[in-house]
């Protein structure tokens, strides 16, 4: 069931609005993770997740900080904050307990979503700061299991302003707007020119930016495969995978088949 229709023009419609049609087809495989994401299990996921938000009192504009270790659960979590009316502030995979609670008093959050391999860092750093509430993708001690947002009884997500709502709030202190983030989806696009036949593999991890989410949203929402790596055998990954694009080290974008 879908708590409410996306706004047009909002990152969440753009990324998503034809996720529905399109199925069980993976959208995402996160190997690093260890997860596979179906379009139709992605945008169900983002949307009863960001209703859940809602429902245990998340605010249009509340700051959550994001603390995860891979590509899908950043998108996830990332989509989910931004879907309830949010602003996610991601922070780096490799960010420790003292340089995360700095970032989380920077930016006054309320709430932090992590996974369960650096949810020890994400208590201490939520002891040092205002935040209340830290979701956990998967079981961990003291937190909040993110999948419990799912069983909530869905409700009315917020109608959004894409022009004007800030969608992330970076490291070096800029709020991006859901018009800006797209623009940066439209950037990237003009270097590969994505279509649905295209298989997108990316190295990138986790960081205080925005090109990893960029890239990953620009994907689902051409309708092609991304499938996120964290290194090991790379030319037997884009040989099973049948990859088009690579996205390496440094932030290289380049297409390859």
Known sequence: MRPTAPATGTVIHEVFRRAYERGDRP???DLRGGHVYGYRR????VTRAASGLVRRGARRDQVVGVHVSTAG???LAVHTVVAAGGVAAPVE?????QEL???LRECDARALITTPDLAESAVQAAQQSRVRQI???GRALDTIDFRCLLTLEPTALPALDAASQPALLLADGHRLSHAELLARMAELDLRIRLSESDVVLTTWRPDGGCDL??????????????VAAGGGDLAGTRHDFGVTVLAGPGGTLERVA
Not at 42 to 45: N, P, R
Not at 93 to 97: I, P, Y
Not at 213 to 226: C, F, P, T
Request: glycine content about 8%; hydrophobic content about 60%; cysteine-free.
């Open 27 to 29: 959208a995402l495989v």
């Open 42 to 45: 992605l945008v169900t996921e």
């Open 73 to 75: 659960a950043q998108t």
């Open 93 to 97: 995979a490799e960010a420790g307990a």
């Open 101 to 103: 609670a700095e970032r």
């Open 135 to 137: 979701y956990s993708l």
């Open 213 to 226: 989410l960029a890239l990953v949203a620009l994907g689902v929402s051409k309708g092609a495969l991304v």
